[in-house]
């Protein structure tokens, strides 16, 4: 055909993927990735955790209490996954580890008419699930069974005229 034609289509197929790479950034969704177990025992070092926070703290009164320790990153305070209640704790991610050290001074001080506890925040150990902490302790290879009779009564406990299920 006619080769200023092509070029003026490649010109503008360029300038239209320039365009469409400047944007991109806006438009597709950042994927997180989990930092590497280094990262997390730096970011672990300059952290701190709270107890015993009032139930009805804000983020920012949280700030407001480690504001001479240092500039603060992140404050988080969990909420619980069925209530949607906060916890009555919270982590604070300092920019630097000097900051986590003078926020541990703060431990036993007053935060709304409460003494908090305030430690060093611990780096998790992979393997550790909350699942298997308490609850009865059974054997390695033991299983428990448990029956329920259901539409039928249970086999010498009750009359026949009483089902409990």
Known sequence: ??????????AE??????IQQKYSMYT???????????????????????SNVDWNSTVEEIEKFFYGCGEIKRVTIPKD???G???NFAFIEFDSPKSASMALLM????????????VAKR?????????????PR???NQVVVKYVYVNAPAPGRYSKRFTPY
């Not at 197929?13 to 320039?18: C, R």
């Not at 597709?28 to 709270?50: C, F, G, L, W």
């Not at 709304?112 to 506890?117: D, E, K, L, M």
Request: charged share 30%.
């Open 1 to 10: 055909m006619c080769p200023q034609f092509d070029q003026e289509i490649a």
């Open 13 to 18: 197929t360029l300038k239209l993927q320039q």
């Open 28 to 50: 597709a969704p950042q994927k997180y990735v989990p930092p590497t177990a280094e990262e997390q025992r730096e970011i672990d070092s300059r952290s701190v955790h709270m």
């Open 81 to 83: 996954k069925f209530t």
């Open 85 to 87: 209640r906060q916890k």
């Open 107 to 118: 431990d036993k001080s007053e935060f709304r008419n409460r003494f908090v506890t305030v």
């Open 123 to 135: 780096t998790n150990k992979p393997g550790m699930n909350a699942s298997k902490v308490g609850g």
């Open 138 to 140: 059974y054997g390695k």
